[in-house]
Every structure is written in structure tokens, then in C-alpha cells.
């Protein structure tokens, strides 16, 4: 058998120490979201076409309840984006599975700002959210995280 | 130098062992994020009913007394013998006890219990109807419950309850020359009897069974869920009684709602005060029968098209009210052999368990969970839990603790 170094026992007992209370402390948790998620509801889109904006309309975000929420949509320079057409999309990446309804952007209010009707999140945990835009830059998309 | 490593290295591990100690003896029992979880599920947090937009009588006492009396009437079937009752038990959580629901013949699916039914946006396992007054009208018609059809309906009640049914919704059609028998879908016979009537008729007795449908959701919308222990408890956390609530749930029943709320992951589907999150899941379950059973995703193009849902001639909610129904999912592949998650109010003395009975008792449900085998149809959203047998004891022990106290 091998000897270990009673040095090495300085390193290797903190270590074992840690990666047990750790490792027990995550068995009793629900899987969370990945750390350092970027939450950020207003980014530029995968190609640099838009910059999109959402925002729920209620505070907090419900489970369980239909709401609405606002979608964004300007140029990079912040003047809002005209003849758009923006559809959106999500799901829980940790479970595999979409949306429970099928959410539709309904009504032009304005100023780049489209209403987005039929959101429902049936769980807590981590959603995305994709905005597809297809405008006059061309087609572009992006996707938001959301934890409830 | 010896001496000293040993010596550091003793005291690194008691220290250690003393800090666990700690934290074990002293930490709270319950975190924060887990106090809110709790409340989360509690009937104290359920809001109030609020009237059904699709329905102008949903509030309407007089409304409640005709369905209470609809729901009783066997003669309401084929066979004079079928009420709503005969599968909904009053005494049994509205609830029959079998695998697939008894009436006139064998249903394939599992009668559902009616506490806070009100609440949910799609009824049956399917969710192939949006209202408990559209839901109402389905077993009638179906060959296999009541048997009945909507022209036999419409002729009862014109015959056994028309000063009750008037005063509510006005002048029952008139119904000389009518058909004994007539529906849209059904047996030849009373399809072709139902094709012979002129279509502004047609729309007379719709509306009129529609009623009736209306009128058993009123009476329905009475059945709320009960209080349990799992509530006092809840309360009793939330009042800051650590001391009463631990009387109210013992240890194990204590471990097993963290493991509801944690590790088993069953909070994710089975939310809120009503224990479910009103959407539909593939479980992998085993088949019932020989057949296939698809659920949600072999519904969805008829559910909306049904001439009885929230946007149809016979509702009297606004287009805005029925998001839900206008905004359903229809296409997904999540859809492809989903069931409703049901409410687990009550669950423990109502087996046998899922849409077709397949589980004889809660313990057989939560190995299955924690197996989370492939699915036969479509694809489960499932993941092996990795429970112990002692961790499915406590969460069946949490689960009785949902029973009316």
C-alpha cells in the first residue's frame, strides 16, 4: 500500500471535507439553475441585428397564472425597430421540455414595444425566453433566462 | 515537527467535526426559500373563486340548486340508472375508487375527484375541455357513462325541472316534434335523428344543454378542497409556532414534505395551494390496455373546435377572457402522451393512481418516479430520483398528511 504524506493528509482531508458537505448539501437541494446566469432582460441579438427588451407586466412573475408581458425591439442605436415580426419561444433547459401555452405577439403599442399575450410558467425554476425578430436587418434572434 | 502535524491535524478535525455538529443541532429546520415553498402550497394561500366568465349563472344560487339536483338524476342516462354521482361519489371525493370509470359500460380513464376543479383551466385527463360547464356535458353523451344525448337531456328537464330551469335562463325551446334521441356524434341512429332538425333548432337545443352544463358547474363550483394537516401546519409556520407545527407533522411526515418541496422534485409539477401546476406530463407510465393511449396531444385540434369552449356560440366570456384556450399549446412534442398532473388534495385515500389506475397504491407511484423508466410513447420529462426506500416512506408519510383532517 502506498504511503501518504502526512502533508498531503493537510490537503486532502479539507478537500474531502468540503466536496462531502457540498456534495451532501446539493443531494437535498432541487437541481438549481446553473451559477452565473446571465439575467439580463435587455441584450443585444445573436447577430447584433436588434437590441431586444422584454418585461413582464406583473411583479413578481407569476406561476401558475396567464399573463402578458412587453416585448422591445430597437436598432442598435435605440431608434425602435418598424415591420418587425416577432415571435417567441422557451422552456426549461434542465427539464427538456417548452412553454405550456403558446404565447403570441399581439398588438403593436407603439414605440418599438409589441404586447406579448398567452405567457404561463407552470413551475418554479429556469426558463428561457427567445425573441425571433425578422425586420428590415434581416433575421435575428435572442434568448433571455428568467428564474422563478 | 512530528508531533506538531499530528497535533494541527487533530484539531483541523475536530473543528470540523464541531462546526458540523453545529450545524446540524442548531440550523434551522427549514430555509428561508423552503418557509416560502411551504406557504406556496398551503389553502390559506389559495385565492378567492372568481366567477367564470364563460358562464353568467357560475355564482348563481338558483343555478347551484338546479345542477345539485341535475347531478343526482339518474334519469339522466340511457339506462334510467346513471347519475353524475354514481362515478363522482359525494362520500368518496367525488371519486369512484376503480381504475377506469363504471356507468353504462367501461370508460379508459380514471374518474377524477371535483374539489377545486373551478380553479383549473382544463378539465378531464386530456384537458380536452376548458370549463367545468363543458365538462359537464361530455359523460352525458358518452356511450360508455350516462349514455345519454343532448335531445333526451333537453326533454327532461323541459318535463321534471322547467319553472326552475326558465327562472334561471328563460323559455325552454319548444320541443314539439322533436326527436327522442338526437346528437351530433354518437350512435347512427340518433346522428341521423339530429341531422333531420333544422340548424336555427339545432342551436336552440344547444343552448339549452349547454344550460344544463352551466347549471351542474354552479352546484360543481360548491365542492371546494378541505382543510388538512398539512394546512394547519403550514399555518402554524407561518404564525411562528415552530413547536405546535411540529406537533401537528411528525418526523417523518416532516422529511417527506422536504423532499416534496427538495430532492424529489415533486413540488415541480404538483404546485400551488391546488398541488398542481394545470399542465400535462408524460410520466412513462405503463399501458392500460392494448391500446395507445396519447392524451393531450390526440385532443388538442378538437378541444379547439369544441362548439361548448370559452370562444364558442355558447359561452358568455369575451374573446379577451379565454387566453387560455386561445393560447394553448397544440403541436409540441411534450404534448405526445401527456395527462393532466391532478391535485394531490386528498390523494392518499383515493388509490388506484394515474389516468388509467395503473398504480394500486401511492407507494407503487413513487417507485416509479424514482425509477423514471423510458417512455413508450413520446418522451418523459423524467430523471431517476436516487431515493432511498426510507426517503419514499417519509414522502408517502407526507403524502397522507394532504387528506381532509
New interface residues.
Partial sequence: MPKISRRSLFVIIPIAAIVLASGGFAAKMMEGPPSGLDLALSKATEHGAYIASIAADQSPIPVGSIHTWTVKVTTPDGTPAAGVAIAIDGGMPQHGHGLPTKPEVTTDLGEGNHLIEGMKFNMPGWWTLTVSIDGPKGTDKATFNVVL | M?RL??A??AF??FG?AVV?AGAILFAPEWSGDELRRIQSLSLASLPPLRPDPSNRVSEDPAAAALGKALFFDTRLSANGAISCASCHKPDRQFQDDLPVGHGMGDGNRRTMPIAGTAYF?FLFWDGRKDSQWSQALGPLENPVEHGADRAMVVRLVAAAYRPQYEAIFGPLPDLAGLPEHAMPEGTSAAVAAWNEIPSTRQAEINLAYANVGKAIAAFERTIVPQQTRFDAFASALAGGQKTGANAILNEHERAGL?LF???G?C???H??PLLT?????NLALPKATLATDEGRSAVVVKAKADPFNCLGPFSDARPQAC??L???????P?LVGGFRSPSLRGVASRPPYMHAGQFATLHDVLVHYNRAPAAAVG?T?LKPLQLTEQQLSDLEAFLRTLDPS
Avoid: Y
Fill in positions: 512530528r502535524l499530528l494541527t491535524a483541523v478535525i470540523a458540523a383551466p422536504k418541496i427538495g430532492q422534485n413540488v415541480t409539477c404546485n400551488g401546476d394545470n399542465a400535462f406530463h387566453s387560455e386561445k393560447f394553448m399549446e397544440t403541436s409540441s411534450d418522451r420529462e
